[in-house]
């Protein structure tokens, strides 16, 4: 079982920065990759950024060079740096965490969501 917990977000004027931080809590210990997924009123949820086990980053193209994820060692925690944002960034935010199964398939576990509001 995986537990996250989202936290950092927050109403912001255009170009200015937030942090958003996931925490994450229970007794799995084998996490393949953890990222942040948004999604905005009317649309899909989309991947924002995931970063694997071994450090590997990816980013969607509409964040590339102002969006930074990172993590501690043992993936306990992952933050999103997020910098020069937008008003198309305003999204609710999701943690994600993709933990391998017995059957040698994936399984998603997601964190609560933190609203981002861009605007002035």
């Known amino acids: 079982q995986v537990k996250l917990v989202d936290s950092g977000g927050g109403l912001v004027q255009p170009g200015g920065s937030l942090r958003l931080t996931c925490a994450r809590s229970?007794?799995?210990?084998?996490?393949?990759?953890m990222g942040w997924y948004r999604q905005a009123p009317g649309k899909k949820r989309e991947l924002v950024a995931s970063?694997?086990?071994?450090?590997?980053?990816d980013y969607a193209d509409s964040v590339k060079g102002r969006f930074t994820i990172s993590r501690d060692n043992g993936m306990n925690t992952v933050w999103l740096q997020m910098n020069s944002l937008k008003p198309e960034d305003t999204a609710v935010y999701y943690c994600?965490?993709?933990?391998?199964?017995?059957?040698?398939?994936?399984?998603?576990?997601w964190g609560q969501g933190t609203q981002v509001t861009v605007s002035s």
């Open positions: 229970g007794n799995i210990f084998t996490i393949s990759a």
């Open positions: 994600n965490a993709v933990v391998p199964t017995m059957s040698g398939g994936m399984y998603d576990y």
């Open positions: 970063i694997s086990s071994g450090g590997i980053t």
